[in-house]
């Protein structure tokens, strides 16, 4: 099988995006435009990504990995310059190599397949992505000849009257001939309005030696927009959001209002769950089926089971299990675990904890680096004192165990199973297994004392 490549170009600045993270880092539903494309790139099979980066561009190799083989482009002179660098790893490999920008998140694998097929399929030496556009202006125009196939690709800047009224336009992704491209990139110059590199530019060459050039209509202009600004960078997140929910749609999960729910890209949902309105899904986060997701609930990086009910509330790096329920306005923070069938009610603060099986934490309490058994019932206003102002301690409270209202643990404390707490307590001493603990002052009657106040009597 023809081996299969693809140069990501990446090293552009992106002055216009006004902002100190380098431009394809941009995310875009949750994922950095880069990230996309390579992604994309290898779900069509590569051998080999090589993505050219500019000065300053290490984030995007933290980021990539080894997803990605990296040169430098250390001045931006142009796309065809950038592409040559890759040379050194590329140039004498016999195969086809894809040519994408970074700051096109919303091509997909089926776009770049179709691409590479038609390329294959005619025998092209090079083979240009192009979109009908109603406003064609600053893009360059693909000039094809009478049978169809491509004459050369002129930019906004270059181009005659007649050139400019084309509205087929260069998407910027390509497909060539891998040796044909390197053999051609040598003899492209910089004796044009912008005074750059052009890689468009190789088309007219290949095509001056009668080589075939081909063009490939993206039926979806909206598939190549590129991103050059915050503007653009709304609108593709805009894009990628409906493409995401549909998939999920697709995937047997029921949105009240897809147009308001934001799932970031790598987030999974089982059949049959619901998705209210103003949900927002973030990072690795996977949800089991059936089950309700409430209205206005952000949950990042947590692992959520089947049949689970979360009400308006936040979740963070947690995990809940299956038929657990929250909410509403509860808040689980990193590295809580709710066991199945327990519930939080509202207004709960989770930190560092983990909740067994059945356990109850119905309303108003905080509990932080803290282990509970199953059937536990916490009561109102219940507060896991866990900070001493210099450190953080652990509290353990055993199975069956009920805390009555407003109680205080002051940690390290450990409370065992099958006790009483009575309401109102604040433990400072571990609790012996079948014991009830009372820790509060005793109730002190004043007889008669309203009637000796000032004015009272
Ligand atoms: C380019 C095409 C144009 C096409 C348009 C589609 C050229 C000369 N023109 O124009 O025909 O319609 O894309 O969006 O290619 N880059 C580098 N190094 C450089 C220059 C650019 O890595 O020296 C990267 C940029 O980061 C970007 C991509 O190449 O990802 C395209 O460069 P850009 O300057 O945006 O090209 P356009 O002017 O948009
Ligand atoms: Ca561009």
Same mark, same amino acid.
Request: aromatic share 6%.
């Given at each position: 099988m023809t081996k299969r490549f693809a140069v990501v170009l990446a090293a552009g600045q992106g002055t216009r995006m006004k902002s100190k993270l380098y431009k394809v880092m941009h995310p875009v539903m949750g994922k950095p435009m880069v990230g996309h494309v390579v992604d994309q790139a290898l779900g069509a099979r590569m051998d080999k990504i090589v993505t050219v980066t500019g000065v300053g561009a290490e984030t995007v190799q933290d980021y990539l990995g080894d997803k990605s083989d990296y040169v430098l482009q250390e001045e931006q002179l142009g796309t065809a310059h950038a592409v040559e660098q890759a040379a050194p790893i590329l140039k004498n490999e016999e195969g086809t190599t894809l040519v994408i920008c970074g700051d096109t998140p919303l091509l997909t694998k089926e776009t770049l397949e179709g691409l590479m097929a038609h390329h294959e399929e005619v025998n092209a030496k090079a083979t240009v992505l192009t979109a009908h556009a109603d406003d064609p202006f600053g893009y360059g125009r693909v000039i094809r000849s009478e049978d169809g196939s491509v004459t050369k690709i002129v930019e906004q800047k270059d181009a005659s009257e007649a %050139?400019? @009224?084309?509205? %087929?336009?260069?998407?910027?992704?390509?497909? +060539?001939?891998? &040796?044909?491209? +390197? @053999? !051609?990139? =040598? &003899?492209? #110059?910089?004796?044009?309005?912008?005074? =750059?590199?052009?890689?468009?530019?190789?088309? %007219?060459?290949?095509?001056n030696q009668n080589e075939l050039i081909s063009a490939f209509q993206l039926e979806n202009k909206e598939d190549a927009l590129g991103v050059n600004d915050r503007i653009a960078l709304a609108q593709a997140s805009k894009l990628m959001k409906k493409r995401i929910n549909e998939k999920h749609m697709r995937n047997g999960v029921t949105f009240i209002d897809p147009e308001q729910t934001y799932i970031e890209s790598?987030?999974?949902?089982?059949? #049959?769950?619901?998705? =209210?309105?103003?949900?927002?899904?973030?990072?690795?986060?996977?949800?089991? *089926?059936?089950?309700?997701?409430? !209205?206005?609930?952000?949950i990042e990086d947590s692992q959520i089971g089947n049949g689970v009910h979360v009400k308006s509330s936040m979740i963070e790096s947690s995990?809940?299990?299956?038929?657990?329920?929250?909410?509403?306005n509860s808040h689980l923070r990193p590295d809580s675990v709710v066991k199945e069938h327990a519930h939080i009610g509202n207004f709960v603060e989770i930190k560092k904890a983990t909740l067994?099986?059945?356990? &109850?934490?119905?309303?108003? $309490?905080?509990?932080? #680096?803290?282990?509970?058994? %199953?059937?536990?019932?916490?009561?109102?206003? $219940?507060? +896991?004192?866990?900070?001493d102002g210099e450190k953080k301690h652990h509290i353990e409270v055993g199975d069956n165990s009920f805390i009555g209202c407003n109680t205080n643990l002051i940690?390290?404390?450990?409370? #065992? /199973?099958?006790?009483?707490?009575?309401?109102g307590s604040t433990i400072t001493d571990d609790v012996? *297994?079948? /014991?009830? /603990?009372?820790?509060? !002052?005793?109730?002190v009657n004043k007889e008669g004392y309203f009637k000796k106040m000032p004015n009272k009597n």
């Open positions: %050139e400019q @009224a084309v509205q %087929e336009i260069n998407t910027g992704t390509y497909c +060539f001939d891998n &040796k044909a491209l +390197f @053999a !051609a990139l =040598e &003899k492209v #110059d910089n004796n044009n309005s912008q005074g =750059e590199y052009y890689l468009p530019d190789v088309m %007219e060459i290949l095509k790598d987030v999974v949902i089982g059949q #049959d769950t619901l998705v =209210e309105p103003g949900v927002y899904l973030k990072g690795q986060t996977s949800i089991g *089926e059936d089950c309700i997701i409430g !209205a206005h609930s952000i995990v809940m299990e299956n038929q657990s329920n929250i909410g509403p067994g099986r059945n356990t &109850k934490v119905g309303h108003l $309490t905080y509990v932080g #680096d803290a282990t509970l058994g %199953e059937n536990i019932n916490l009561g109102c206003g $219940t507060v +896991f004192v866990n900070y940690a390290p404390v450990k409370i #065992d /199973a099958n006790t009483y707490v009575a309401a012996p *297994e079948d /014991a009830l /603990a009372i820790a509060r !002052a005793r109730q």
